[in-house]
């Protein structure tokens, strides 16, 4: 069989919490056992949201925890001509089309998707690809809307490269999966209704499709989701407290590092 590879592919709009340890040793635990290779990528596409300390803050603490990664770290924002080359072919294909509409006026249903978000009214869809053509030439600005089909239909005619903050995650981390040969994608369960999306786009651009975990989220003293917007106590503010890799480990239910293994 051949060697799996799994990655950690933290956002740096934050430093990282509990939940992205957790994660990152569930990706290094079952790489271990596996006899499988792990990767570090930083997804930085959102332009407006990421900031370089965040960047060194994850090496900072991934190295913290004892988990090291295969060099070089993949950096999405300087792979832009990456994403932009899968867009056109889904565009060649008719599979996306361009999105003009800005975010405060765009036509939306009554019904949400995954993220309570409503869905787009489809606009667009109807803008004939030689109009098109002339509004992307002229340099009006847009996004990139993927016509979903079954499973994904859920997210609506989903936006997979966003307007103005060069922020295109769905596209991004299909490409780099599939550049990376990543067979095996350990996340959290907050992404799980994101896959179906996924999917259609391996399908659609001829990737393989990885195996998917999608694990529970650690939860804070008040049975929260932790998240960086909230404000979660973050593993270097826990390291100020004086708590250390190994305490940080055990509570998660990792075996020590010190101990080897079992
Ligand atoms: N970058 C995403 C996040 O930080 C994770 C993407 C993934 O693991 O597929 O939430």
């Not at 994403?83 to 800005?102: D, I, K, N, T």
């Not at 780099?176 to 209704?193: F, K, M, N, W």
């Not at 989220?217 to 979660?232: Q, T």
């Amino acid at each position: 069989m051949a060697t799996p590879v799994f990655r950690f592919a933290p956002s740096p709009n934050g430093r990282l919490h509990l939940g992205h340890a957790y994660s990152a040793l569930l990706n290094e635990k079952m790489a271990r056992e596996t006899g499988g290779r792990l990767l570090l990528r930083i997804e930085d596409t959102d332009v407006t949201r990421s900031r370089r300390e965040f960047v060194d803050g994850i090496f900072e603490d991934l190295r913290w925890l004892g988990i090291s990664w295969e060099e070089p770290v993949r950096i999405q924002s300087g792979h832009f001509g990456d994403y932009e080359r899968e867009l056109q072919r889904l565009w060649q294909m008719g599979a996306v089309y361009p999105c003009f509409c800005s975010r405060s006026l765009a036509k939306t249903l009554p019904t949400r998707d995954p993220e309570g978000q409503p869905h787009y009214a489809g606009t667009c869809r109807s803008i004939w690809r030689e109009e098109a053509e002339a509004r992307m030439a002229k340099g009006e600005p847009f996004g990139w809307r993927l016509k979903t089909e079954s499973d994904a239909s859920m997210w609506g005619d989903a936006m997979i490269s966003k307007r103005g903050t060069g922020s295109s995650y769905h596209i991004a981390v299909v490409t780099d999966d599939a550049l990376q040969g990543v067979t095996h994608v350990v996340r959290g369960r907050d992404i799980e209704p994101a896959t179906p999306l996924h999917m259609q786009l391996q399908r659609l651009l001829g990737f393989p499709t990885p195996h998917y975990h999608h694990h529970d989220l650690i939860r804070d003293e008040v049975g929260e989701k932790l998240s960086k917007s909230k404000k979660s106590v973050s593993l270097l503010e826990l390291r100020a407290q004086g708590v250390t890799a190994e305490e940080v480990r055990e509570r998660l239910g990792f075996p020590s590092i010190l101990h080897g293994p079992a």
